[in-house]
């Protein structure tokens, strides 16, 4: 059994691993590096056999059409995550196009990744040539997956993007009771803990209370998928002020749809049945007057209609623009975090009031320490991360384990 670490190394984006036994060869994850533009795909793999996307995110699942230029894999995933894909996929192709990049795929090799796809539920294993895996919940998001492998004995865990503590809108993921031989992780925050959530939660809505007790706007850029709707559930109370434009709508309405991968499904589907959604430039023109927050794609501004909201909203002072969601160096909304300057295909500045929440959905620190703990594996291999070798040499000294963090292209021998 051979692992080729494809992507992910040493950097957050494009994750991608090729799994070689006897002569089959499987990938664990095929993204892109979405950021800086223009995306970034890993090389070209022909003759995959099969795929397990861990989950919907594009820098796990984004390059998986690419794959159907050259064959037609099986694509096994968790049936949330299918149906996430599909709508992250034909949006990665229409905005590729609106940006004049050559798409690497089309819509119809969209169509082919959901044609090939098999849903699998969590905790049932699929024996592919004496090889088993099983997808098991992460606690990322909804649908998301680690993936757990055994061979000959051998039990390697790979997590995708995993969090231990439970969110509103996930429970925290449900480990292995299993010794684990080699440990495949992210360490997105190998070297930073998340302040504690609850006090985020409070931070965020005394922020809100003073604007709109002033009769002006929060405006929330957020991702289409998970944080939007953990954003509902924590301001649950003010459902009535809210308005959610953007993709965030399609994608609450494929996790209701989905109430399983849910923490909360009747909850989620009462706020979201009492928020407004914006449905076109007209409703979006005259929202502001009568729903004092919105909460809008894309998460980093780097396109979408939180942009004409931030226009409207930029010079009035006391309204408030509150980032919910990390932003990757060279986006826009980097930007105006850090020089209140938007810088994209136009320039211009943002006067109102800027704030940053952290509501992270990868584990900290801490829990990247306790999820070694709890695995007690002999290996650890440490991607998705900025400072992935530093993380390694830490786990090797806290733990007198073997670990290391792979250059692109490195093989690893099982
Ligand atoms: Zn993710």
């Excluded at 931070?203 to 604007?211: F, P, S, W």
């Excluded at 070798?389 to 963090?405: L, Q, W």
Aim: glycine share 6%; charged share 30%.
């Amino acid at each position: 059994m051979r692992l080729t670490f494809l992507g992910g190394c040493r950097e957050v984006g494009k994750n991608a691993l090729l799994l070689e036994v006897n002569d089959r060869r499987i990938l664990l994850d095929y993204g892109v590096k979405l950021q800086p533009e223009p995306a970034e795909f890993p090389e070209v793999v022909k003759d995959v056999d099969v795929v397990f996307p861990t989950h919907a995110h594009l820098d796990h699942a984004g390059a998986i059409p690419v794959l159907f230029h050259h064959s037609t894999p099986a694509v096994i995933t968790t049936k949330v995550t299918i149906e996430l894909m599909e709508l992250l996929l034909k949006d990665f192709v229409k905005v590729m196009k609106r940006k004049g990049m050559e798409p690497r795929f089309s819509k119809e090799n969209v169509i082919q990744v959901i044609k090939a796809s098999h849903s699998l539920p969590y905790d049932v294993p699929v024996f592919l040539h004496g090889t088993k895996f099983v997808l098991h919940d992460s606690g990322h998001i909804p649908g998301s997956a680690y993936v757990e492998i055994v061979r000959d004995g051998k039990r390697i865990v790979y997590t995708g993007d995993i969090k231990l503590k439970s969110q509103r809108l996930v429970n925290g993921a449900k480990l292995t009771k299993e010794k684990v031989d080699v440990l495949i992780t992210e360490c997105t925050y190998g070297d930073k803990d998340h302040p504690e959530r609850r006090k985020e939660e409070k931070r965020l809505k005394e922020e809100i209370d003073v604007t709109i007790n002033q009769g002006e706007v929060v405006l929330i850029p957020s991702f289409a998928v998970a944080r939007a709707q953990e954003l509902l559930l924590v301001l649950k109370d003010y459902r009535s002020y809210i308005a959610v434009d953007g993709m965030a709508k399609e994608a609450t309405e494929i996790l209701l749809r989905n109430p399983s991968f849910l923490l909360a499904p009747k909850e989620l589907r009462k706020v979201y049945g009492s928020v407004k959604r914006v449905r076109n430039q007209r409703e979006r023109k005259r929202i502001l007057k009568r729903k004092p927050i919105v909460i809008s794609t894309s998460g980093m501004l780097n396109g979408g209609p939180v942009l004409y909201y931030l226009k409207r909203i930029r010079n009035r002072r006391e309204s408030l623009l509150a980032f919910v969601g990390f932003q990757v160096e060279g986006t826009p909304g980097r930007s105006v975090l850090e020089t209140g300057i938007y810088r994209n295909e136009e320039t211009w500045e943002v006067n109102c009031r800027i704030r940053k929440f952290d509501f992270s959905s990868h584990a900290g620190r801490n829990e990247l320490f306790e999820l070694i703990e709890r695995l007690e594996p002999s290996l650890v291999v440490c991607i998705h991360g900025d400072r992935c070798e530093e993380f390694a040499k830490e786990v090797e000294e806290r733990y007198g384990i073997t670990a290391f963090a792979p250059k692109e292209g490195e093989e690893l021998k099982l």
